[in-house]
């Protein structure tokens, strides 16, 4: 069954400390893959994508992530937190074969001052 | 503002009363989905559909129904709640082709008592 893992359902760093948010997945084919991230009592935000090309995605407020083919990962980074960056954050996947999207169960971000 | 927009935004009801959810999107999206979210499981797919007049199941369809009577209008609806469907409830829709990146409603949290 295609899927969609985010192992961490919460990560924690200090505010200016860099931020990794992982996701891994097992589709077929050549996967389109996004983040997004929702917050309080809001609907998902688009925050990035892949589709093809350089591996390294740059996205909205200062975030990246980078697609690993050989791993099947697109781990979600920052190089330095903000405490407003605080907030649920899902990977998601579609497959070659199908128009619809498959959600990792989401990780929470919290970030201290 | 061009988006998602979904009605009620709160709603609470009681066990065997019927409700009905509207999505309303004014991008001239073709596809339009219904999910659910609950703590720990992402986003599930209730039922879609890839234009005026069509419908599908998604991955937790039952209990649920849908119609798209009109292309800019998805109403999902719930003959008999159950505690059990007590969630958030989002809609999404995307155009056709492009990158596939989903603009998401801002959710209706239900509770069924």
């Known amino acids: 069954a295609q899927s969609v893992a985010q192992p961490e359902d919460q990560v924690n760093v200090a505010e200016g400390n860099p931020l990794t948010v992982k996701c891994t997945y097992s589709?077929?084919?050549?996967?389109?893959l996004f983040w997004y991230v929702q917050y309080p009592n809001r609907g998902l935000q688009f925050l990035l994508k892949?589709?093809?090309?350089?591996?390294l995605v740059k996205g909205s407020y200062g975030f990246e992530a980078e697609f690993n083919k050989s791993q099947t990962s697109f781990h979600l980074k920052k190089p330095s937190a903000l405490v407003s960056d605080s907030a649920l954050y899902f990977c998601?996947?579609?497959?070659?074969?199908?128009?619809?999207?498959?959600f990792g169960q989401g990780t929470t971000l919290q970030v201290k001052p | 503002n061009a988006g998602v927009t979904q009605t009620p935004k709160f709603r609470v009801l009681k066990t065997g009363q019927s409700m009905t959810l509207l999505c309303a999107q004014d991008?001239?999206?073709?596809?339009m989905y219904w999910y659910r979210q609950d703590p720990g499981m992402g986003l599930r797919l209730i039922h879609y559909?890839?234009?005026?007049?069509?419908?599908a199941k998604g991955e937790v369809p039952d209990g649920y129904n849908v119609s798209r009577l009109k292309k800019q209008n998805f109403l999902l609806g719930l003959e008999s709640a159950a505690p059990s469907q007590t969630s958030v409830y989002f809609c999404?829709?995307?155009?056709?082709?492009?990158?596939?990146?989903?603009?998401f409603g801002s959710g209706t949290r239900l509770t069924v008592v």
């Open positions: 998601a996947v579609r497959p070659s074969n199908t128009g619809k999207l498959i």
């Open positions: 892949y589709i093809t090309g350089d591996n």
């Open positions: 999404a829709s995307r155009r056709t082709g492009g990158d596939y990146g989903y603009t």
């Open positions: 559909s890839v234009g005026e007049g069509t419908t």
């Open positions: 589709v077929s084919g050549n996967p389109y």
């Open positions: 991008m001239n999206h073709e596809y």
